[in-house]
């Protein structure tokens, strides 16, 4: 006797989604074990961490500022309800440390960077170039995969470091010169609600959130097929798959680290 | 005196992509030293029977080998790739890399030849294919189609090896560049004594480079034999392909 349609199409959709999770681990692994297996591609490494973290500071850098502004406003204007006004500094600090900053900046790069892998190595696989590494006797695995992943997990703590300080200077800026604060007394409240754990478990999810961001990339374009279509499809599919798993990950960790 | 040492074999090999059957048991041999042309109608298998030697897919029963050896899948590492030259239908050649390093790639990157060495290598190879020396520092968009073929070529060759495999090279070119092509494999097959495996759409590239013509149908090898083979008409469905005349039966 066979099925009802729609559980027939939600095991076919389950069945499915298993055998992406368990090809996307898979591939996961293998990139992991050409990160550590030599031959190291060094230039390979240093054009990625150029073109993922340089070339991402300018979005990532505007993200954070206007992040930072709007959260100090709506602290304000929500802590202002129970007269807890003076709390904007420490909760943009603690916002932006430990929950908007690596979030926010790994969307952006889930946007910028693994929709740049996925339709780079995608267009790659179209014209036949990752035939032809294997052909030249070079593991693409080592010579296109690692370097790209690695590149993401060295880049992304650093961009997120950068994009805390970015943030909170915005909000700063908007509670010194709208909100009536006093530049000082901001800095010490700042300086004073964060402890060192609060920055490295920001940091620690900014690696975790490189390391998913470029294998979504990579493993969407790696996989590409069905040319040009093939291409867009592998783009969308990193850029959707890196940010559903990046907030995945977000909740696992915080909910880890409070 | 022909030589008849076998220098790849596919036996009996099998492979499928999803529900279609593409190779349904393909015997073929290709003798060292000879230049064999695979001619067929689109979506026959040519060009999985040249992945399949290359170790870039996995056949679902059979094997091939090289030298008596079975090909690995995946196996970019083993020695005996570097034995192959390959040139593909688009160039594949890296648009992020010059030409002289889209050339020199594997004498870069797999045999660790110092970089002033391998530039003069890749100029050398340039040569070889008519290519002037200050191409060598463009990038491949740059280059026309039939440069950008010839430049995949060098690649081709540049490492010595003695089996080449050229996958539909004139396709997309103009008469006289398709000419120039056709001269330069048979010039460098010739140079290197390697043996070629050729898949072509192109009958006066078969006729070009062929000493050996295999058409494949349904699978499977429908006719092997000399070129001669072919314009003596010993299969007609080969005569009726060769001529491009359509034919009910395929």
Same mark, same amino acid.
């Given at each position: 006797?066979? &099925?009802?349609?729609?559980?027939?199409?939600?095991?076919?959709?389950?069945?499915?989604?298993?055998?992406?999770?368990?090809?996307?681990?898979?591939?996961?692994?293998?990139?992991?074990?050409?990160?550590?297996?030599?031959?190291?591609?060094?230039?390979?490494?240093? $054009?990625?961490?150029?073109?993922?973290?340089?070339?991402? &500071?300018?979005?990532?850098?505007?993200?954070?500022?206007?992040?930072? +502004?709007?959260?100090?406003?709506?602290?304000?204007?929500?802590? $202002?309800?129970?007269?807890?006004?003076?709390?904007?500094?420490?909760?943009?600090?603690?916002?932006?440390?430990?929950?908007?900053?690596?979030?926010?900046?790994?969307?952006?790069?889930?946007?910028?960077?693994?929709?740049?892998?996925?339709?780079?190595?995608?267009?790659?696989?179209?014209?036949?170039?990752?035939?032809?590494?294997?052909?030249?006797?070079?593991?693409?695995?080592?010579? %296109?995969?690692?370097?790209?992943?690695?590149?993401?997990?060295? *880049?992304?703590?650093?961009?997120?470091?950068?994009?805390?300080?970015?943030?909170?200077?915005?909000?700063?800026?908007?509670?010194?010169?709208? &909100?009536?604060?006093?530049?000082?007394?901001? *800095?010490?409240?700042?300086?004073?609600?964060?402890?060192?754990?609060?920055?490295?478990?920001?940091?620690?999810?900014?690696?975790?959130?490189?390391?998913? %961001?470029?294998?979504?990339?990579?493993?969407?374009?790696?996989?590409?097929?069905?040319?040009?279509?093939?291409?867009?499809?592998?783009?969308?599919?990193?850029?959707? +798959?890196?940010?559903?798993?990046?907030?995945?990950?977000?909740?696992?960790?915080?909910?880890?680290?409070? | 005196?022909?030589?008849?040492?076998?220098?790849?074999?596919?036996?009996? *090999?099998?492979?499928?992509?999803?529900?279609?059957?593409?190779?349904?048991?393909?015997? %073929?041999?290709?003798?060292?030293?000879?230049? %064999?042309?695979?001619?067929?109608?689109?979506?026959?298998?040519?060009?999985?029977?040249?992945?399949?030697?290359?170790?870039?897919?996995?056949?679902?029963?059979?094997?091939?080998?090289?030298?008596?050896?079975?090909?690995?899948?995946?196996?970019?590492?083993?020695?005996?790739?570097?034995?192959?030259?390959?040139?593909?239908?688009?160039?594949?050649?890296?648009?992020?890399?010059?030409?002289?390093?889209?050339?020199?790639?594997?004498?870069?990157?797999?045999?660790?030849?110092?970089?002033?060495?391998?530039?003069?290598?890749?100029?050398?190879?340039?040569?070889?294919?008519?290519?002037?020396?200050?191409?060598?520092?463009?990038?491949?968009?740059?280059?026309?189609?039939?440069?950008?073929?010839?430049?995949?070529?060098?690649?081709?060759?540049?490492?010595?090896?003695?089996?080449?495999?050229?996958?539909?090279?004139?396709? +997309?070119?103009?008469?006289?560049?398709?000419?120039?092509?056709?001269?330069?494999?048979?010039?460098?097959?010739?140079?290197?004594?390697?043996?070629?495996?050729?898949?072509?759409?192109?009958?006066?590239?078969?006729?070009?480079?062929?000493?050996? *013509?295999?058409?494949?149908?349904?699978?499977?090898? &429908?006719?092997?034999?000399?070129?001669?083979?072919?314009?003596?008409?010993?299969?007609?469905?080969?005569?009726?392909?060769?001529?491009?005349?359509?034919?009910?039966?395929?």
């Amino acid at each position: 006797m066979s &099925l009802p349609n729609p559980f027939r199409a939600t095991g076919r959709g389950v069945l499915a989604l298993m055998r992406s999770a368990g090809a996307i681990t898979l591939f996961a692994a293998a990139a992991v074990f050409a990160m550590v297996r030599p031959p190291y591609f060094l230039g390979q490494l240093l $054009s990625q961490i150029w073109r993922i973290g340089f070339l991402s &500071l300018p979005v990532v850098g505007l993200t954070a500022i206007f992040t930072g +502004g709007a959260l100090a406003l709506n602290i304000y204007t929500g802590g $202002s309800r129970f007269n807890a006004e003076s709390f904007v500094p420490n909760i943009v600090a603690l916002g932006i440390v430990r929950e908007l900053g690596p979030v926010i900046a790994a969307l952006m790069l889930a946007g910028r960077v693994s929709a740049g892998i996925a339709a780079e190595i995608g267009a790659m696989r179209a014209t036949e170039q990752i035939d032809a590494l294997h052909t030249l006797s070079t593991d693409p695995m080592r010579y %296109l995969i690692a370097p790209r992943v690695l590149a993401g997990v060295l *880049v992304l703590p650093i961009l997120v470091a950068i994009a805390n300080v970015i943030g909170v200077l915005g909000g700063f800026a908007v509670s010194t010169t709208s &909100l009536g604060f006093d530049g000082a007394i901001y *800095v010490q409240n700042t300086v004073d609600i964060l402890t060192r754990w609060d920055v490295v478990s920001g940091l620690i999810k900014a690696t975790v959130f490189g390391f998913l %961001l470029t294998v979504m990339g990579c493993y969407h374009g790696y996989n590409a097929a069905g040319g040009a279509q093939g291409v867009g499809r592998a783009t969308t599919n990193a850029v959707v +798959g890196a940010a559903v798993l990046i907030f995945a990950a977000n909740f696992l960790l915080t909910s880890w680290f409070v | 005196m022909r030589d008849e040492t076998i220098k790849i074999a596919w036996k009996s *090999v099998t492979k499928s992509f999803g529900r279609k059957t593409v190779l349904e048991g393909l015997d %073929l041999v290709a003798y060292e030293g000879r230049s %064999l042309v695979i001619i067929g109608g689109s979506g026959t298998g040519k060009s999985v029977t040249i992945k399949l030697a290359l170790g870039l897919l996995r056949p679902d029963s059979g094997s091939v080998e090289i030298d008596g050896e079975a090909v690995e899948y995946g196996r970019e590492n083993d020695p005996g790739v570097q034995q192959i030259g390959m040139l593909f239908q688009s160039g594949a050649l890296f648009d992020s890399l010059s030409v002289w390093e889209n050339v020199s790639f594997r004498l870069l990157h797999a045999e660790h030849v110092k970089k002033g060495e391998a530039k003069e290598r890749a100029i050398a190879a340039l040569d070889q294919v008519d290519l002037e020396a200050d191409i060598a520092d463009r990038r491949p968009a740059e280059l026309s189609g039939g440069m950008q073929r010839r430049v995949a070529l060098a690649r081709a060759v540049v490492g010595k090896p003695n089996i080449l495999f050229f996958d539909e090279p004139t396709t +997309g070119l103009d008469p006289v560049t398709a000419d120039l092509i056709n001269q330069l494999i048979v010039r460098q097959v010739k140079t290197l004594g390697a043996t070629a495996v050729t898949i072509t759409h192109d009958m006066a590239s078969m006729r070009a480079i062929a000493d050996e *013509v295999a058409m494949i149908r349904d699978g499977n090898i &429908l006719w092997h034999g000399d070129l001669e083979g072919v314009d003596s008409c010993e299969n007609p469905t080969v005569c009726d392909f060769v001529a491009g005349r359509y034919s009910p039966e395929g």
